[in-house]
């Protein structure tokens, strides 16, 4: 007799940004306060800050060459060609407490990040 077995397993999530429920609730409401349809939330890595490299995370109506495009409802995260292996797997939330608020990265990349969290190596 044999028995039917099943196995599960999580794989992480490599191929590209992946957005909170509570992230994309922020940013679909920030998109609808601007009153445009045409914008994204651009993700991308830009040389700065104490370790090297930090994040930028702002609004654009541009289409690049090469962005890596994902879709988390009404929400369009995109990243340019040069940032998404920086970002692959990145987790960006949006946290509301008492002690802090806005969009937080969680980088399995990142090897360090200084105090302020603001950029990474």
Do not use: H, W
Not at 72 to 89: E, I, N, W
């Amino acid at each position: 007799m044999t028995a039917d077995v099943t196995i599960e397993t999580t794989l992480p999530v490599s191929d590209g940004i992946l957005l909170t429920e509570a992230a994309s609730s922020k940013v679909a409401a920030l998109l609808s306060a601007e009153g445009r349809e045409d914008l994204s939330l651009r993700v991308a890595v830009q040389p700065g800050g104490c370790s090297g490299l930090r994040y930028q995370l702002f609004f654009d109506d541009r289409s690049l060459d090469g962005d890596v495009v994902k879709e988390f409802g009404t929400v369009k995260v995109v990243t340019d060609r040069m940032s998404a292996p920086y970002l692959a797997g990145a987790t960006v939330d949006f946290v509301d407490t008492i002690e802090k608020q806005g969009f937080t990265i969680d980088n399995p990349n990142a090897t360090g990040s200084c105090a302020c969290g603001d950029s990474f190596s």
